[in-house]
């Protein structure tokens, strides 16, 4: 990880060149500054943690230098002055200071109140990006036996440990968010935010604004500063699902972003710089869209340095037991319901079905059949699936009910006809007045 970045200023060279030395002995980056307009230059060039201002200086003071700070990027400060006031502390606290020193500080206490500083902030930022360590720590992507999710263990285990971008791919539902999170929570960066962002549907200036913020009357409607995503995740990881859907015009400023480690918010006219992991997923084939001039050549190596591929539930049925079971397992714990097992039939079904919705299905499945099912053993009656039209009954129905089979047959007809009883009684053969009772009879949901 990178050193801890603390802003200097004081206008006395001696000084700075003390506590300099101090804090370079603890491991902090120093950036100096001995006026206002030198402090605001490093703020705008420099990726900082945390500032120490004299309060005292040859062009303002460290109140004013203070707010001027804050609108640049939000940094806790801490202020030193030979001249200190109750009043004017409390001035400097109520203006946004974290802390008020007198000169001559003691050292040991100021590292202290720096690393506190730094502490605070890393949790205000990981609280912004709504995602704690805690919850990030319980992410479990490999669930099951299968050589393909096994190989895909192997090599994220290896990639986790790394700070090079990482682009997940693989079909809708597979779990490629939960794979980000969890490289996230495994890797050096495992402290800072993980920060999350869906470029799917996303209009260039909305996109722009939610990674790279904007300043105030940058555009009609920002009536006020907004700190981007990427500001959020200093430090952290940036996940981006569905990049290969990124609108054209975004995608240079993050190939910037990821080559020179700078941004710019919109309305504004310098760089800023920000320290991020990238991770990248789409279910698109990149190097079909750099052949159509889709997305860019240029970024799509930059972001695809190491490929990671979900594998498709279908290509993994041997895990669908212990997946179906450990869904099964957390809706009947949430719902305060005693303890409820799959028949082997079931079970059958479920490692039968094709699953184009993948593990995401698989969820929904389990779910409605713990809802909707009043037994503490789901059979097959109680699977409904989210593609109908795809959820046949196995090839060995030998041990399968009739009517385990007619409910497949009804809710696979119904499915097709979009839950319209009259044409699925004429596609069934049957009165409408039978299906209806069939419905009723099987506790298949209500159609029209």
Known sequence: MHKNTILLVDDEPGIRFGIRNFLEALDYAVVEAGSCREAEEQCRTHRLDAAILDYSLPDGNAISLLARIKEIIPLPIVILTGYGTIELAVQAIKDGAEHFLT?????????????RMIDNQRHRRANLAGKSRQDRKGVHPFRGSSRAIQNLAQQAEKVAATDSPVLIQGETGTGKGVLAAWLHANSARNEEPFVDLNCAGLSSEFLETELFGHEKGAFTSAVAQKQGLLEVAH??????????????????KLLKVLEEKKFRRLG???????????????????????????FRSDLYFRISTIPLVVPPLRERREDIPELARFFLAGFTTDLGRPKVE?????????????WPGNIRELRNVVERAVLLGDRNRLGVRD??????????????????????????????????????VEQAAARLGIPRSTLYQKIKKLQLPNSN
């Open 342 to 354: 799959f028949t082997p039939e079931a079970l059958e079904g479920l490692c039968a079905y094709h």
């Open 103 to 115: 000169k001559p500080v003691e050292l040991p206490a100021l590292s202290i109140i720096l690393q």
């Open 268 to 294: 504004e006219i310098r760089d800023r710089q920000v320290d991020i992991r990238l991770i990248a997923a789409t279910h698109q084939d990149l190097n079909r869209a750099v052949r159509e001039k889709r």
């Open 383 to 420: 699977l409904m699936f989210d593609h109908a039209d795809q959820a046949v009954p196995p090839d060995n129905t030998v041990h399968f009910t009739l009517e385990e089979l007619e409910h497949y047959h009804i809710q696979r007809i119904l499915k097709l006809e979009n839950n319209r």
């Open 235 to 252: 430090r952290g990881t940036v996940f981006l699902d569905e990049i290969g859907d990124m609108d054209p015009q975004v995608q240079p």
